[in-house]
């Protein structure tokens, strides 16, 4: 029985098409571990150069909305004493706004939806019925997130605004006899002029053509003519106007989100609309009209996930930085005798006395060419890329190290030009192996004036001595 699961084993991994590798995996993971062959981590390598980390995500494209407000209602009085009575149409109510928040216990943007709305703010109603409001929508994004707007948002609806302070305008509501609804006409009044003196009005201009701006703004009482009737926009409330302002001229959002806990808002919800008492006057009692509620803000958003911690590991594969980061923080990532054992950023916590803390993020193995995307590339520069301290994890135990301190930093340039000038430390690590680490070490000492410390994270040897010498960096940063 142990043969044929082997020799299935070994034939899985001989096969290198993708559409094999989720079977694959399947199987690895419900054979023991001493059947593992080494062709099969061989091909689980392949299997993970070619994912590139992809089920980390740390980039993600999203379009936010706010929720509509609801639209006010057209309603009367009625009962058998009173056929004619007041107006009793409710209001809309607000719909929901969109809050971004950054929460440090959110690792990735994988949980992230492309789209992103809040509800819409419900109807008002007859009897005097308001709307409810919408719940406010609150996304948590990892700490570290960089968001940017990358496209601004087309409110056509608003193409014919003007707010143009001094000129006025009147909206006329007209009915056309042939019609069955009543309409309205938005008419560029020519007569009034700036004589009202109210700096917040208007001006639409009438576009014909365009059918679907009309009634975007107005309710009409069902089948009720309405006869010429003029309403100038300057009765609109206030809060209406305002959000139709911010809609047309809001600016595009930036926003770095780097302490934990911060809210931000990202997108206002749309204003309800009035129902019909808001209209009622002296001159006219029986308002046949209300106001829609408006649409809410829409963004379309570039996240970045950059993390944030004061020491950023960086090393060859298999160089032993999740098993330093393990010996010294809270953070436990698998460790593996094979290259590429880390997939996605860590980020570990030292703590230390008087509730100071220090963070360290250990991120996938760079390899020479890495620039070329060889290995997985170097996009996971980026989550060191705001260390302002880093700590380059070098295996002491193998043929030239220094070598491969020379390649991290030529790799470190290509990604950003200036990065291999912050703070540093090197940890020569698996000092621990003396048949080789020892002469590398004495070479290192003679030929170079590179200070190492030597450490075996494995053996938790020395490793409170790197900690003290990246506590005093970072504290002397922050002065
Ligand atoms: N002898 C010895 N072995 C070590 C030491 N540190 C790490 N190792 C071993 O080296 C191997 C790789 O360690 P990892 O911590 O996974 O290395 P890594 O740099 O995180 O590797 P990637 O995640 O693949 O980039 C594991 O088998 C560790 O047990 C050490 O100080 N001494
Ligand atoms: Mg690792």
Redesign the pocket.
């Known amino acids: 029985m142990l043969s044929i699961l082997l020799n299935s084993a070994r034939n899985a991994s001989d096969n290198s098409s993708l559409k094999l590798v989720p079977f694959k995996e399947f199987f690895l993971k419900r054979i023991p571990c001493f059947l593992y062959s080494t062709d099969v981590k061989r091909n689980d390598l392949r299997w993970k150069l070619r994912a590139k980390g992809s089920n980390f995500v740390d980039h993600r494209r999203v379009i936010v909305s706010g929720g509509s407000g609801g639209n006010g209602c057209v309603s009367f009085l009625k009962d058998l004493r009173n056929p004619k009575g007041k107006p009793n149409g409710g209001n809309g109510g607000m719909g929901g706004k969109v809050y971004f928040v950054a929460d440090e216990n959110e690792k990735s943007l994988n949980s992230i939806p492309s789209k992103i709305s809040a509800k819409s703010g419900e109807n008002g109603k007859g009897k005097d019925q308001h709307g409810p409001n919408a719940k406010d929508l609150i996304i948590k994004i990892p700490l570290g997130t960089v968001l940017r707007e990358i496209d601004a948002p087309k409110y056509q609806f608003l193409d014919d605004f003007e707010f143009e302070p001094g000129s006025t305008t009147k909206i006329k509501l007209k009915e056309d006899p042939s019609d069955d609804y009543a309409v309205d006409e938005l008419l560029e009044d020519e007569e009034v002029s700036e004589e009202s003196g109210i700096d917040r009005l208007f001006k639409i201009v009438k576009k014909e053509e365009d059918e679907s701006k009309k009634n975007m703004f107005f309710k009409f009482y069902p089948s009720k003519v309405i006869y010429e009737q003029s309403l100038s926009l300057e009765r609109l409330p206030e809060d209406y106007v305002d959000y139709l302002h911010h809609l047309k001229y809001q600016e595009a959002i930036e926003y770095d989100f780097s302490t934990n806990g911060e809210k931000v808002l990202i997108c206002s919800s749309g204003i309800g609309g009035k129902g019909n008492p808001y209209f009622g006057s002296a001159a006219n009692k029986y308002p046949y009209i209300a106001l829609n509620g408006l649409p809410g803000q829409t963004r379309v958003l570039e996240l970045e996930l950059k993390t944030i911690a004061d020491v950023g590991l960086v090393?060859m594969?298999?160089?032993?930085?999740?098993?330093f980061i393990t010996s010294v923080s809270n953070a436990h990532?698998r460790?593996?005798?094979y290259?590429?054992?880390?997939l996605n950023p860590y980020i570990g916590t030292v703590e230390f006395d008087r509730a100071q803390k220090m963070t360290i993020a250990?991120i996938?193995?760079i390899i020479k060419g890495a620039h070329l995307n060889k290995g997985l590339g170097h996009s996971f520069l980026k989550h060191i890329e705001r260390s302002k301290i880093l700590a380059y994890?070098i295996d002491l135990s193998k043929e030239n190290p220094w070598e491969d301190l020379r390649d991290l930093k030529s790799e470190l340039e290509l990604y950003k030009t200036g990065l291999t000038n912050r703070p540093s430390v090197v940890i020569a690590?698996?000092?621990?192996?003396h048949e080789t680490a020892r002469p590398n070490y004495e070479k290192w000492i003679s030929n170079t004036n590179i200070p190492i410390i030597p450490?075996?994270?494995?053996?938790a040897k020395n490793v409170k001595k790197v900690i003290a010498m990246l506590k005093k960096l970072v504290d002397s940063l922050k002065q």
């Open positions: 090393g594969p298999n160089a032993g930085k999740s098993t990532p460790i593996a005798p290259p590429f054992t880390t250990d996938p193995g994890v690590n698996k000092a621990d192996l450490v075996s994270a494995k053996e």
